[in-house]
């Protein structure tokens, strides 16, 4: 299955600068249980967002980026070519994790996504598709609110009821 996996701020905002917005340790705690052992895809301006622009450990790493050569993870040029390679690992769990135009491209192909909302405005400059007014997607799972570095974060949960095929 595919699922996003992401944080966003009250407006849905996402990032600024090639980073996040907020230092959230619960929300990235909750990231990395998650996606541990999975497969992580994302573009090249979020790999090289990374801490000494390494890949995330303990999983396999896919990147859309067009001219990048590394072998320390799955690189492809094209949308066409990471959905087949996606396609290759239809038994697994993906998780879609950035940036704004990864998400904007393959949502539709998400069978649900994990959303930290953090109760505040970040002067985001990227935003992630406001799931409360997209009618295939329905929150399923909605936790209690709770403090995180500061903010008031919850951790929800989104279920596309029109997956498409990849």
């Known amino acids: 299955m595919i699922y996003a996996i992401v944080h966003a701020d009250k407006e849905w905002g996402i990032g600024k600068g090639n980073d996040m917005m907020f230092s959230l340790p619960k929300d990235m705690k909750f990231f990395r ?4 052992g999975h497969t992580v895809v994302m573009g090249g301006k979020t790999l090289r967002s990374f801490p000494n622009q390494k890949p995330l450990k303990n999983r396999v790493n896919i990147v859309l ?7 320390d993870c799955i690189i492809v040029p094209s949308y066409e070519a990471l959905k087949a390679e996606m396609k290759n690992r239809k038994n697994e769990d993906i998780f879609i994790i950035g940036g ?3 998400y904007k491209a393959l949502l539709p192909y998400c ?5 930290t909302k953090v109760d505040a405005v970040g002067g985001a400059e990227v935003f992630f598709p406001n799931l409360d007014e997209n009618e295939n997607f329905i929150c399923v ?3 209690e609110p709770i403090e995180d570095n500061g903010y008031i974060i919850r ?4 279920e596309n009821r029109a997956v498409q095929p990849l």
Do not use: P
């Open 65 to 71: 980026s067009r001219g990048q050569v590394r072998d």
């Open 111 to 115: 069978h649900g996504a994990y959303v």
């Open 155 to 158: 951790f929800t949960k989104y």
């Open 141 to 143: 799972d909605e936790g």
């Open 33 to 36: 249980e998650t996606t541990m």
């Open 100 to 102: 704004g135009e990864i």
